[in-house]
């Protein structure tokens, strides 16, 4: 290979990667400055002068009375239920438009595809309107109910992404298991499910990473502290003092994306893996 040809090659790599880190420089200012006293966040400098844990210490424990570990909990517990009832739910919807064969089938499925384009602002008085005379408010069951419902953030793009790849399953394998006398659910809950692994795991993630980051619905629906996630413990941050501590909240909004950047690049072959298979199968 000539040194043309491999300048010619490396050209667009080393501009992409220029163009990267300019974009990247607010993420590498935003880590360095979690390491750095309130009297140099005014330097425009990447790395702190004295590096310190201090922020992380002090951030950790900034709001009185409680700690970050029971914001955390909470947020993971609200996580858990939403997680547990989208997968179900909306696998079992899926499994109904895709195998069942009921009057305006088409259209309700129609109409689920339109919830996609709807946006969450438009529905977003007449729900809390809705939750609040059922006493709702202040409790998880505002997040957790439409998702049981294959409702909430994503959930009829979830059903839209299930009912692709069951559609590519094979037919013969219902009429195999109709003719050893199993129901519709038992063809669901035995057949169909466990072959849902992949989409699964991609609705799995995309779940965790839009109801971790639902800030709106947390400030809305949540107004006890110690029920608080950890978002809105974040906001508290600034609420408890007149001057905020900027370098303990910037310590601690970069501990709070930690879980979602973890599993966002441990599981992005899986995300990749469970598009691709379902848009192949439809």
Partial sequence: MSIRVAYGRLRPHALLLALSLIMMYPVFWWIGAAFKSDSEMSSPGLLPANPSWTNFIEGWQAVPGYDFTTFY?????????????????????AFGF???????????FGIVLMTVMLPNQITLVPQYAMFN??????TYLPFIVPHALAGGIGGSFFIFLLVQFIRGLPSELDEA?????CSWLGIYWRIILPLLKPPLVTVA???????????????IYIN????????????MLIDTSSTAPWG???????????????????????????????????
């Avoid at 609200?78 to 547990?84: E, R």
């Avoid at 895709?98 to 309700?108: G, I």
């Avoid at 298991?177 to 006398?181: E, F, H, T, V, Y």
């Fill in 73 to 93: 909990a909470n947020t993971f517990l609200l996580i858990a239920g939403v997680l547990f009832t989208s997968l179900l739910s909306c696998s079992l919807v």
């Fill in 133 to 138: 005379a059922f006493g709702w408010v202040n």
């Fill in 248 to 282: 303990q909240l910037f310590a601690m909004s970069l501990v709070s994306v930690l879980p979602s950047v973890l599993i966002f690049f441990l599981a992005q072959r899986h995300i990749v893996e469970g598009v691709a298979t379902s848009g192949l199968k439809g």
């Fill in 98 to 108: 895709a195998r069942l064969d009921f009057p305006l089938r088409s259209f309700w």
């Fill in 224 to 235: 006890s502290v110690d029920k608080y996630t950890v978002g809105l413990a974040l906001r």
């Fill in 205 to 219: 993630i995309y779940c965790f990473l839009w109801n971790w980051d639902d800030f709106l619905g947390h400030l």
């Fill in 177 to 181: 298991a109709k003719m050893d006398g």
